[in-house]
C-alpha cells in the first residue's frame, strides 16, 4: 500500500518533470543556502578556534602602559607575578622595528621581537631548525638572534644561516634558529599587525638594552589549569593595582579564551540569523509546493473519485497526496544537499581553508525539506481526500 | 429461494438547490437477487444517475432504507463504504474511467491495492482477469494504446477484480460504436451465465433488452418492466 503509494507518486512527478522541477526550486535553493551558509560559518569556527587553541589557548595577555612616572613593568614586577599560583610561566613582548644587514644586503622595518625562554617553551614547534632561546641567554644577554625564512631567504640566500652572523641595528648578532614556515604569528602580534613578512626574535633582556625600552609593556601569562584562570587575572589585577598605583587605564588584560568565548557566541549567532534567512526561501518553496499540490488534486479529480469508488478510503487519498508533496520536498532537499555541499566545497578551497561536512547542516537541510513537505502537503492532501467522489467522477 | 443481495425500501432522494429542494428520487423500492441482470432504463434527468450513486455506495440516501449484503448502509462510516465500494461493486462506467498512465494490468490491479491484496496475487488475479476478457496480448498496453471497446473490457476486469457481489454499469456501451457495444454486451452476459449479479443503467432500450430484467425510472419513480427474455 505504501509501496503504491511511493510508486504512484514517483510516476506523477516524473511525468510533470517540468512542473515538479519549478516547484522545488524553491526547496532547492532554501536547503542550498541552508547548508552551503552553515558549513561555511561552521568551517570558520572550526578554523579560528584551532588557530586560537594554537595560538592563544591558556595564554592571558596584557598590556601595561604605566602611569607617566611609571612607564611599563621592571624584571621585578614580572618575578612577582610568575609567582602567582598556578601561573606556569610568563613572557614578555618587546617590539621594536629595526633594520637587518648582511654583507651589505639591507632589510628595512623589520619587526623585532624581544622574547623569553618561556616563549618557547610554550611555542615549542615555533623553531624548526638550530635552537630556540634558554634561561642562560637572558641571563648573559645574549647577542643572538632568530630569524624567519623570509629574513632567511632575502640575507643568506642558498646558504645555512645557523651559525652565521648579521647586523641588527647596527649590532653584531649570531643567528641560532630558524622559525617554522607554517609558523604563525603569535595573536598579539597579529593584532598589533605590523603586517611584515618578516620577524626576528632576540633575547628580551638583549632587547632591553637596546632603541632605549626600559621597561616591559605588554606580556603575557601562561596558566596552568584553565578553569582558574579568573583568580590568576584577579591575582595579576591586585599587583598591577600596587604597581601603578591604582590609577584608572594603566594595563588592559585580556583574556584569550573568553575572547574565543565571544567570538563563538558571535559565530553562533551569525549561523542562526543567516540560518533563518535561509529558511525565508524555505517557506518560499513550501508554499510553492503547495500551490502545486493543489493545482495537481484540481487536475486529478476524476483520478480521485475513480479511486474512492475503487474503494480507495479517504486516508489512502490523504497519505498518497501527502507523499508526494513529501516526495517532492525531498528531492528538493536532496538536490540542495548535493548543490550546497557543492558550494561549500569551492568557496572552502576559495578561501582556503578545510572542508568539513556539517552534520548539522544536512541534517537541518533533509529535516526542513521533509518537515515543508508535510505541512504544506497537508491541506491539499486534506483537501483530496475530502472530495465526494460524485462530484469528482463527475468532472469530466 | 435465491439469495437477495439488495433491498431499497421507500427510498428518497433530495437534493436543495437554492431555496428549494429538488426531490429526485422519490420513494424507489427495489430488490435484487444473487444472479439477476437488471437494466434500469430511463431518459435523462430521469433520477437514474442518482439511483445508481446511491446502490453504488458513493451516496447517501437522504430517506429509506438500503441494503446491501445484509447490511445497512445508511449509518456506515466512510471509511465503511469505501470497503463496500472495494469489496462489493464492481463498477463500469461509460467512459471507461481508466488511469490513462498505467498499463492495463495496473489498472485492473487497482482495487485489489486498496483491498491489500499481495503484489505477487495481485499480478496473478490481474492476469486471470485481462485473459478472461480476451485482452491477453495487451497486458501492457496503456489505455491510450487500447480502442474503446478493448478499454471497456480493461474496465469490466478491473470491476471484476475483487469478486464483487455486484457489478454496476452506467451506460457501459454509450461511448461505444453499435459492434462493439454489443460484444461488450456479450460479455456481460456471459459474466451472468457464469453468475455474476449485474445492474446495468442505461437510457436505450435496445441495450436494455440485453438484460433479464428491465426496471424503468420515470421523474424520480421506479416502475418494474416487462420482464423480456432475449435468449
New interface residues.
Partial sequence: MFIESIKMSWQNISNNKMRSFLTTLGIIIGVTAIISLITIVQGLQTEITSQFAELGAGKIAVQAHGTPLKQGLSDNDMENISKIENVAGVSPNLTFISSAVKDGIVLENVPVEGKNHTFFRYNPKLVSRGRPFNILDMESKNKICIINYAVSQKLFFGEDPIGQTMQIGGTTYEVKGVINEDATSDVMSLMSGTGSDYRIIIPYTTAMGMAGIGSITSFEIYVADTDRTDEVIDETESILNQTFNFKDDSYRIINLDSLLDTMNTMNDMMTAVLAGIASIALLVGGIGIMNMMLVSVSERTTEIGLRKALGAEPVSIQIQFLIESIFLSLLGGFLGLVLGLTISYVACIAIGMTFRISYLAIFLGVGFSAAVGIIFGWAPARKASLLNPIDALRSL | MRKEILSMQNIVKAYQMGDEEQIVLKGINLKVYEGEFISVLGPSGSGKSTLM?II?C??IPTSGTYILGGRNISNLT??QL??I???EIG?V?Q?F?L?P?LTALENVE??L????VSPSKRRKRAEELLIKVGLEDKMYHKPTQLSGGQQQRVAIA?ALA?HPTLLLADEPTGALDQKTGKQVMKLFEELNNEGHTIIMITHDSNIAKHARRIVKILDGNLVEGVVENVY
Fill in positions: 450513486n453504488g458513493l451516496d466512510e471509511k469505501a470497503r465500494r472495494n469489496k463498477f462506467f467512459s474511467q488511469l498512465r487497482l482495487p491495492i486498496y483491498a491489500r478491473r475483487n
